[in-house]
């Protein structure tokens, strides 16, 4: 067992799912082990937007007598997570860290969340994120922005900045997110921990507020691939609420055992296009130091080409907004969350008022670019062909996946940026999503596991951690993870960041 700095919140959930089989460690002193350190980090790194002690406190007294009658329901039996405010959990406000939800508590849970439950998993709280998802650096959060616990001047990315941060910040083994377009990746490549978005339709949607339909996924941030696996064999299987679920299975044991003699043989693929000239050097230089690694412990490694890469990030952003648009119609300050009607006005009058004042700007900036590219002049033009691009794009991965098994890039072409620096240049943000946004559109699973530093500040910030990115055919999330779980049985970075930091 590792037992890093962290008191219990130092282990990884497989280690605290075995301390509780074992009786080295009771539920309840879990669970507020993990609310403490929640607390701890309060204003801070802001992690959190409600902590639930009394559900979180009632949880653990239930999972441990049932524990204690022999009834062990998962390897996470008994360990605390936190849960990302766009996903619904019964009587506990649920928020998409918008105004626009302010006093909106859901009536039912996701399906999510009921597996986590069922699992014995030990919910403490609900976490920040950029507001509805749209962002990738948890400043567009009306509770304000969460912060990178490896450096307080810095975001932590975004959208799920909540739960990457509260995993590196050890106050949750993992955590619940959610990924549109790289938003469980990217924060956990900013905050050097182990995110994993899965193939479309393995994890249910029912229960999460949509944002883009076609590409939303639930999926882990914890703290390696191996703790990804075990949340993932919970989180997978068909749910009939949701008409895309699949009926797929996932076996961690694979994962959990793998050493590096899963490499071998591994046909690892590198596009040209994601090493182009506008890299950071210092993650080009890590995460072909990577490949390297994975070369020489038996992978295949070779580079192709994937010129369809660039064309993804604009056709992304029509789809997500287009999507968008219609998924945000619905909050008309009437049938949810806090309204703005006042007597006299009109109908109309009321939804424009209700949504003006309940929206923040990145939401506003989408909801516009979403209707005008789904208005009848450019539907053609803009969403047609965004569409188009999709479809090229999948035939692309297809057809390099005949040659491959994972296909490795950088998580993102950046290391964690200052906050504020991001927010008045949004074409900029955008781009950052350039190495996550063509996994969604074409449906497929993705992991981002730490592969090293950038080099310290000038002004004596420390060099922030490297993400890189494995991605895999569809429903090869099994493959993904156990490749990112070998690379971690050799390597360290996955235990660094938070202990280099403090
Ligand atoms: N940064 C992307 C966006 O703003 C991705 C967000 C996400 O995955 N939810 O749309």
């Known amino acids: 067992m590792s037992g890093l700095s962290g008191g219990?919140?130092?282990?990884?959930?497989?280690?605290?799912?075995?301390?509780?089989?074992?009786r080295k460690a009771g539920v309840e002193e879990l669970a507020r082990a993990a609310l403490e350190a929640a607390a701890s980090t309060g204003d801070s790194v802001n992690a959190f937007i409600t902590l639930?002690?009394?559900?979180?406190m009632g949880q653990a007294r239930l999972v441990q007598s049932r524990i204690d009658s022999g009834d062990i329901p998962s390897r996470l039996a008994g360990v605390p997570a936190a849960v990302k405010d766009n996903i619904s959990t019964r009587g506990i406000p649920t928020t998409c860290a918008s105004r626009i939800l302010d006093g909106y508590t859901p009536m039912f849970d996701a399906n999510a969340v009921e597996r986590l439950r069922g699992a014995?998993?030990?919910?403490?709280?609900?976490?920040?994120?950029?507001e509805f998802a749209m962002g990738s650096t948890t400043e567009t959060s009306a509770y304000g922005p969460t912060r990178n616990p490896l450096d307080l001047s810095r975001c932590p990315g975004g959208s799920s900045g909540g739960a990457a941060a509260a995993v590196a910040a050890r106050a949750v083994p993992f955590a619940l997110g959610s990924d549109t377009g790289g938003s469980i990746r990217q924060p956990a490549s900013f905050c050097g921990v182990t995110g994993h978005k899965?193939?479309?339709?393995?994890v249910s949607r029912w229960g999460l507020i949509a944002y883009g339909s076609s590409l939303d996924q639930i999926g882990p941030i914890a703290r390696d691939a191996r703790d990804c696996a075990a949340v993932m064999s919970i989180l997978a299987g068909e749910d009939k609420r949701d008409g895309t679920s699949a009926a797929f299975e996932f076996d961690d044991s694979t994962v959990i055992n793998a050493d590096a003699d899963a490499l071998k043989g591994l046909r690892?693929?590198?596009?040209?296009?994601?090493?182009?000239?506008?890299?950071?050097?210092?993650?080009?230089?890590?995460?072909?130091?990577?490949?390297?690694?994975?070369?020489?412990?038996?992978?295949?490694?070779?580079?192709f080409a994937f010129p369809t890469l660039r064309y993804a990030v604009p056709a992304y952003y029509i789809i997500a907004s287009a999507e968008a648009a219609s998924n945000l119609s619905r909050y008309d300050g009437i049938r949810y969350g806090r309204g703005a009607a006042e007597p006299g006005l009109t109908l109309e009058e009321a939804i424009a008022r209700a949504r003006s004042a309940g929206f923040g700007r990145e939401v506003k900036r989408r909801l516009m670019l979403?209707?005008?590219?789904?208005?009848?002049?450019?539907?053609?033009?803009?969403?047609?062909?965004a569409l188009q691009v999709k479809a090229m794009l999948r035939g692309a991965f297809d057809e390099a996946f005949e040659r491959f098994d994972?296909?490795?890039?950088?998580?993102?072409?950046?290391?964690?940026?200052?906050?504020?620096?991001?927010?008045?240049?949004?074409?900029?943000?955008?781009?950052?999503?350039?190495?996550?946004?063509?996994?969604n559109l074409a449906g497929l699973p993705a992991a981002s596991l730490p592969c090293g530093f950038a080099e310290p500040d000038a002004d004596g910030g420390a060099g922030m951690p490297i993400g890189m990115q494995f991605i895999g055919r569809a429903f090869g999330d099994e493959t993904v993870l156990r490749a990112a779980a070998a690379y971690q049985s050799v390597t360290d970075w996955h235990r660094r960041?938070?202990?280099?930091?403090?």
């Open 120 to 130: 014995g998993g030990i919910m403490i709280g609900k976490l920040n994120m950029d």
């Open 406 to 439: 994972i296909i490795l890039t950088p998580t993102a072409p950046t290391t964690a940026m200052k906050l504020g620096e991001s927010l008045n240049d949004p074409l900029a943000m955008y781009l950052g999503d350039v190495y996550t946004v063509p996994v």
């Open 268 to 303: 690892a693929g590198i596009p040209d296009e994601a090493f182009d000239a506008g890299l950071d050097q210092s993650i080009r230089a890590r995460v072909l130091e990577a490949a390297d690694l994975l070369e020489d412990l038996g992978a295949k490694v070779e580079r």
């Open 370 to 385: 979403g209707n005008f590219a789904l208005s009848a002049g450019y539907y053609d033009a803009y969403y047609n062909k």
């Open 497 to 502: 960041g938070y202990d280099a930091a403090i």
């Open 52 to 56: 639930c002690e009394d559900y979180a």
């Open 198 to 202: 899965p193939t479309y339709g393995a």
């Open 8 to 22: 219990f919140m130092g282990y990884s959930a497989l280690e605290l799912g075995a301390l509780v089989q074992s």
